[in-house]
């Protein structure tokens, strides 16, 4: 549904006869700016004189001026030569009895957008009109989407920081005690303290790595190889990958696979889906719980779901849960590291395959995730054929 916008048309000349005729030519006059999805209708307004119009201009700016050439008084180059250079948000077209390429290039230099030359007819102002409004509308959007994109990389660069700065901070004091010899002749403190070093660097490593995968898959830059891939492989060495995590804690994991055949997708791709999904269901369940991974390819699609016994989200939680540094935090879960990237990432690789991911969930008891990729045989494999 195309939002609607007013766009205000100054009329700037001296004769009464032309600005009502502008005034008519406009009245009704509709317009669609495909590109930035806006339906457009426009209000005159009039000014006698230039000295009128700039006031009219100092009061409330307008977004077209129809500004005439020869004006009694201060003249309508005159008043592009005042407003040059200063930062406006509106676009000016000359009307003119005198059009030549000496005035149009005159009027280009101090900012006029065009030249209409005089007499015109209806049809003539109303494309001229458009075009200049439709550039208006083009020129808005791409500052609000600049501006957007630089309030989304201020809030993407401040909540990076945050996410670094405190394991960096525990890694400083710890590598500080160690560094004044306080627990010199204290092996299980020492050994203690050195571990959760450790463990804080693996977790900025795997933020890092995070962040590279969702970059290099936003902006485009991530080499795909489409290949058949075995996911009774893929899926066993996912589950080995975290099987000492899962021992330590006394989690049992199970695979049930039903792929009688190889599927063509990236290998790399899968396994990050795999390895996001079991090391959720790993890190967010209780102790001697359990891991179910099920990996199936009926016809051309591949459908992966992961069931823990964990702690479980609410419904809000679980709407919040693919945001980029999205991590569910509560009492349950403010031991738990995370980059708060994984399942952002994994999103993106199934938008990439055209496909869903689903989720349920219940507080206390566990969590689904399933996840439905189409499969994705390139157009000169011989199964394509």
Not at 24 to 32: I, V
Not at 87 to 96: G, K, P, Q, S
Not at 201 to 206: A, L
Request: with cysteine; proline share 4%; charged share 30%.
């Amino acid at each position: 549904m195309p939002s609607v916008e007013e766009l205000r048309i100054l009329v700037v000349d001296d004769e009464p006869g032309m600005r009502s005729s502008v005034s008519r030519a406009l009245e009704g006059f509709r317009l669609d700016a495909l590109e930035t999805k806006t339906h457009l209708r426009f209000r005159t307004e009039e000014a006698g004189s230039g000295e009128e119009a700039l006031e009219r201009m100092e009061a409330s700016p307008p977004d077209v001026i129809l500004l005439d050439h020869k004006l009694p008084g201060i003249s309508g180059m005159e008043i592009l030569e005042r407003v040059e250079g200063s930062e406006r948000d509106f676009l000016v077209i000359v009307i003119t009895a005198y059009a030549s390429l000496e005035m149009a290039v005159r009027a280009t230099k101090q900012g006029a957008y065009d030249l209409l030359a005089k007499p015109f007819t209806p049809d003539e102002l109303r494309a001229t009109v458009g075009k200049a409004a439709k550039h208006l509308v083009l020129q808005r959007s791409a500052r609000a989407l600049a501006e957007e994109r630089r309030q989304v990389r201020f809030r993407f660069l401040s909540v990076l920081a945050h996410e670094l700065k405190a394991p960096l901070a525990a890694v400083q004091s710890y590598l500080n005690l160690l560094k004044d010899w306080q627990v010199a002749e204290q092996p299980a403190e020492y050994a203690r303290i050195t571990g959760r070093c450790l463990l804080r660097i693996e977790g900025m490593r795997k933020l890092i790595l995070d962040l590279l995968d969702l970059t290099r898959i936003e902006s485009g830059h991530k080499q795909r190889r489409l290949e058949p891939v075995d996911l009774n492989r893929a899926a066993k060495e996912s589950l080995e990958m975290f099987h000492s995590e899962a021992e330590k804690r006394n989690i049992t994991m199970a695979l049930h696979a039903q792929c009688p055949r190889r599927f063509w997708a990236d290998r790399g791709e899968i396994e990050m889906i795999l390895n996001n999904l079991v090391s959720n269901a790993v890190k967010y369940n209780r102790d001697g719980g359990s891991v179910d991974l099920e990996v199936a390819v009926l016809e051309d699609e591949l459908r992966i779901a992961v069931k823990d016994t964990g702690i479980g989200m609410t419904p809000e939680e679980v709407s919040s849960l693919f945001g980029e540094f999205v991590r569910i935090k509560n009492e349950k879960t403010e031991r738990i590291l995370g980059s708060g990237l994984g399942l952002s990432v994994l999103q993106k690789i199934v938008a990439l395959y055209k496909g869903r991911v689903d989720v349920e969930s219940t507080p206390g008891e566990g969590s689904v995730f399933r996840v439905v990729l189409p499969e994705q045989i390139p157009e000169t494999s011989p199964a394509a054929g």
